[in-house]
């Protein structure tokens, strides 16, 4: 044992494909076909309906650990996995007796067992990822338990108030298409079109106009997780992140298919072409040229830069949704940064932030990311986060949903065994990879990719597609089918969807070499401290941070120097922030501080109590810290409130509110407020106004910002309701305003 740590500690960061009975060896653990060890750590496979570990977790951890898995349920009705490897087959068993568990008497898919109900995003990847075949009936339930009143899909609950601060509910648009070409319902179909589009249409007016997708980074929904500590909720819904926007793109495709079965061509085009300017902005403004992936999300307040950080999910969506072209989902597997344990949710790592999201692996987005590697014909990328998928599940002997990167244990800020889109996601690492499986609209496709070090024999009995039950075999390994046979006579590689009855497939591989890319194998890392900056006597001043090699100075989003000292003259207007870096990594960005004149009109109103019927968290006294005589206070009866400014001089202006919202935590709950803003009558966008605590309505602050060009003299700034401004919660969209604020940008050198 004392000689298989040494070995395994001098494999350093890289990893190689092992021969024989060994598939995989990193810096952190060894895979092998019955086994898989870590450090001192052993799991078996004594069957292939039995797993065993010797892990021990973190002590003084809350959530129970399994050391054994024994089969429970009756899994025979579902696809039967036969091959030499004995554990994959047992992890592949482990997979399916508890997606058996997950299904709830209502039939509708538990996010797991710590987590009862149904989860917008959870749900709908897993439906991605296997449930939509696996579980078709409980699949259809589930999403529509996600469908709002209003015909809308729910966003879940999230930072400050969920929708439009999270954004990503357009998932479910996603995952129900795929429950059609699974099915050929055409009544499903049916369903989800008005959905989808109603849904759409009200995203298009608030969270995107035909670039980036406004808001939360999808699915990574605990703000100080993996934004910096000074961003506000109302910053959040301002940013604009790489997976969301691939999200808004995947479900625009979505809508323009549906569209053209129905006849409807001209809603199919306008569908697409919304897809692709989404897609060209992602391409435009987040690729990464020096790094080779996208960036995570823009954020900042009037101007935006980029967060360097590598998010593998985003990354990986990118590469199965087209948005990435074949030559940049390449680079991706390529560059995306990858540990000994495998890929981060994001990387570099945030400090002192404790695993969850920060500094952790999932094993449902790294099995989208091992497809992502199969897909872009990454062998050695593929077999790592196959890798990534296999370790934790034998080890914990469950399907747990998360894991610290530093060390493989499970002690994040919560976790649960049994979780639906992990146990999606290793159903899928069997299904999509290895045996290829592709679902189309009207057939399905096969194209296997099998890493030569697990080139063996494997058969797929029981596979249901529509009417027909397929026995399914694949020997060999590469990503070159030398042969494929539909009961025993040649056939192109797929079956048609009017196939019925029972039918064997054989697919001989090539037994190619696939020809070599590299992974970018890296210590996990954490960036510095982000720096606290303040303007003071003409200049930008921040607090040293402890080791950084130096900082990086910015206006309106645009390095102006980098320096070694503690300040920078601001003899310009301007917006400024400063970064910190050392070792070719930076720091989020300091919080941005302007130094240009800030005009402030207070809103007609002289209210000091609130009176709607919206609030149920209402003070008893009076609300202070608004800066007038009182606010105007909006809920869905409120008339449109204009305010009059007048401006000095021609130009470009932001435009905000200053506001306060006490439905809510900023964590969670479905009360953010939303309201259109005109000026003059023409309509610029939406003043989001998410919750900041629960009762907290003498804590104000500020909304995003608009960007509105204006000729000198005086013009009229409307507030209002309109459809597209209805929040999740559909009761209470209800907030104070207290001021409007402008703000000349003047010079931006853009």
Request: net charge negative; charged share 20%; hydrophobic share 40%.
């Amino acid at each position: 044992m004392k000689k298989l740590f040494f070995l395994i500690a001098a494999a350093a960061i890289g990893a190689v494909a092992m021969p024989a009975e060994e598939i995989l060896t990193t810096g952190a653990y060894t895979w092998s076909k019955d086994t898989v060890r870590q450090g001192s750590f052993i799991a078996t496979a004594p069957s292939p309906f039995e797993i065993r570990s010797t892990y021990h977790a973190q002590p003084g951890y809350g959530f129970p650990v399994d050391s054994v898995w024994k089969l429970r349920n009756d899994i025979s009705k579902y696809p039967q996995l036969k091959t030499s490897d004995k554990l994959q087959t047992a992890v592949y068993n482990m997979a399916l007796d508890e997606m058996v568990n997950a299904v709830e008497p209502d039939t509708t898919l538990r996010t797991g067992k710590e987590w009862s109900g149904v989860w917008t995003r959870d749900v709908s990847y897993s439906i991605i990822l296997s449930m939509a075949y696996m579980q078709p009936e409980a699949s259809m339930v589930s999403l529509r338990r996600k469908v709002s009143r209003a015909g809308t899909i729910i966003q879940d609950t999230g930072s400050g108030g969920a929708w439009p601060v999270s954004t990503d509910r357009l998932i479910w648009a996603v995952a129900a298409y795929e429950i059609y070409k699974v099915t050929g319902d055409r009544q499903w179909l049916e369903y989800i079109y008005p959905v989808i589009r109603k849904s759409l249409e009200a995203d298009a007016e608030v969270s995107h106009t035909g670039g980036l997708v406004k808001g939360e980074t999808s699915f990574i929904d605990w703000r100080t997780q993996s934004y910096p500590k000074w961003m506000q909720m109302s910053d959040i819904y301002n940013s604009e992140a790489l997976g969301t926007s691939v999200v808004h793109a995947a479900a625009l495709r979505v809508l323009a298919e549906i569209a053209s079965e129905m006849g409807d061509k001209k809603l199919s085009e306008q569908s697409a072409e919304a897809a692709k300017k989404i897609e060209d902005a992602i391409n435009d403004e987040l690729w990464l040229a020096d790094k080779g992936y996208y960036a995570m999300y823009n954020y900042g307040r009037d101007f935006s830069i980029l967060n360097p950080r590598a998010e593998t999910l985003g990354e990986s969506l990118a590469i199965l949704y087209g948005v990435a072209s074949p030559e940049r989902a390449a680079a991706i597997t390529e560059n995306n940064p990858t540990t000994p344990f495998g890929t981060a949710i994001f990387y570099p790592q945030i400090p002192d932030v404790r695993p969850y999201h920060n500094n952790a692996l999932w094993p449902w987005v790294a099995s989208f990311w091992a497809i992502a590697n199969a897909s872009a014909g990454n062998e050695q990328g593929t077999l790592e986060a196959i890798g990534s998928v296999v370790r934790p599940a034998a080890l914990f002997a469950t399907n747990k949903e998360n894991f610290v990167l530093d060390n493989g244990d499970i002690a994040t800020e919560l976790n649960s065994s049994n979780m639906l889109w992990c146990l999606a996601g290793n159903i899928a690492i069997t299904h999509r990879i290895l045996f290829g499986i592709e679902f189309e609209r009207d057939r399905l496709v096969f194209h296997p990719f099998v890493p030569k070090a697990l080139a063996a024999t494997r058969t797929l009995n029981g596979f249901p597609y529509r009417d027909a039950v397929l026995d399914i075999t694949v020997s060999g390994y590469g990503n070159k089918i030398a042969s494929f046979k539909l009961d025993g006579k040649k056939h192109e590689p797929f079956v048609p969807s009017t196939l019925r009855g029972k039918h064997t497939i054989d697919i001989v591989m090539a037994d190619n070499e696939i020809a070599p890319m590299k992974v970018n194998h890296v210590p996990n890392r954490k960036t510095l401290p982000t720096p606290v900056a303040w303007l003071e006597d003409g200049h930008l001043c921040w607090n040293p941070v402890e080791n950084a090699e130096g900082y990086v100075v910015l206006r309106d989003g645009k390095p102006v120097q980098t320096t070694r000292q503690l300040s920078y003259p601001t003899d310009k207007p301007g917006e400024w922030q400063v970064i910190a870096f050392a070792d070719g990594i930076e720091t989020f960005a300091s919080e941005p501080r302007s130094n240009r004149q800030v005009l402030v009109f207070q809103m007609p109103g002289e209210k000091t109590a609130m009176t709607s019927s919206e609030v149920s968290d209402a003070p008893s006294g009076n609300i202070e810290g608004y800066t007038g005589n009182g606010f105007v206070e909006l809920d869905h009866a409120t008339a449109p409130v204009t305010v009059t400014v007048d401006v000095p001089a021609d130009g470009m202006y932001s435009l905000a509110a200053r506001y306060a919202n006490g439905n809510g935590p900023i964590s969670t709950r479905n009360k953010c407020a939303v309201r259109s803003v005109s000026v003059d009558g023409k309509v610029y966008g939406v003043f989001v106004m998410p919750q900041r605590g629960s009762a907290n309505w003498c804590d104000w602050g500020m909304t995003n910002r608009l960007h509105v060009p204006l000729k000198a003299g005086k013009h009229n700034i409307t507030i209002s309701f309109r459809p597209t401004d209805e929040n999740m919660n559909l009761r209470t969209n209800h907030a104070l305003v207290d001021a409007i604020h402008l703000s000349p940008l003047g010079d931006t050198n853009k």
